[in-house]
T-cell receptor, first 113, second 111 residues
Framework: KQEVTQIPAALSVPEGENLVLNCSFTDSAIYNLQWFRQDPGKGLTSLLLIQSSQREQTSGRLNASLDKSSGRSTLYIAASQPGDSATYLC????????????FGKGTLLTVNP | GAGVSQSPSNKVTEKGKDVELRCDPI?????LYWYRQRLGQGLEFLIY????????KSGLPSDRFSAERTGESVSTLTIQRTQQEDSAVYLC?????????FGPGTRLTVL
């Protein structure tokens, strides 16, 4: 059974700081990995999707890496802004769960002005 | 076209009542998923529909939960005889190929 762990559970940083969110998964036979953002009371917004054959994806100030063999992914946020404050969720597709996404519990990020 | 939509956005009900939650997927998406997010917990898979195949109901927590989907369109998640532990945000997602797109969710509160 696939399990996804995210560290840290919560993070508070001053505006402008670069930061890294971590995600690990137990079964490396995944199809892809997605990072989502969730704002309070809102649904999920997909940030980056990394296929199993890829090692990283970039979108603006966000960069996600994937090391499938070690079961790890990181989300790097450059020059953080207060608007980045949200919960960031990592989810893997596959790895014993076939077509279902298995989610971590998320990292609650607060960027202080 | 538009993204995944869900209704209602909020639902407050009394323990023991039945509720129906609706999901409209992105047009053309053959796959549809329901997930549940309880307070302080990660998202839990509930049920998966793919085209006209039999749905995967392995994530439904009890026989009080059921879901239907007509073809490749709207889906309804029904919870009978609601309990307080059913309080959660219920999220629907649809997929065309290799990425799932989520709706805004329905926040269910059982008093």
């Amino acid at each position: 059974k696939q399990e996804v762990t995210q560290i840290p559970a919560a993070l508070s940083v001053p505006e402008g700081e670069n930061l890294v969110l971590n995600c690990s998964f137990t079964d490396s036979a995944i199809y892809n990995l997605q990072w989502f953002r969730q704002d309070p009371g809102k649904g999920l917004t997909s940030l980056l999707l990394i296929q199993s054959s890829q090692r990283e994806q970039t979108s603006g100030r966000l960069n996600a890496s994937l090391d499938k063999s070690s079961g790890r992914s990181t989300l790097y946020i450059a020059a953080s802004q207060p608007g980045d404050s949200a919960t960031y969720l990592c989810a893997v597709w596959g790895g014993g769960s076939n077509y279902k996404l298995t989610f971590g519990k998320g990292t609650l990020l607060t960027v202080n002005p | 076209g538009a993204g995944v939509s869900q209704s209602p956005s909020n639902k407050v009900t009394e323990k023991g009542k039945d509720v129906e939650l609706r999901c409209d997927p992105i047009s053309g998406h053959t796959a549809l998923y329901w997930y549940r997010q309880r307070l302080g917990q990660g998202l839990e898979f509930l049920i998966y529909f793919q085209g006209n195949s039999a749905p995967d109901k392995s994530g439904l927590p009890s026989d009080r939960f059921s879901a239907e989907r007509t073809g490749e369109s709207v889906s309804t998640l029904t919870i009978q005889r609601t309990q307080q532990e059913d309080s959660a945000v219920y999220l629907c997602a649809s997929s065309g190929f290799n990425e799932q797109f989520f709706g805004p969710g329905t926040r269910l509160t059982v008093l």
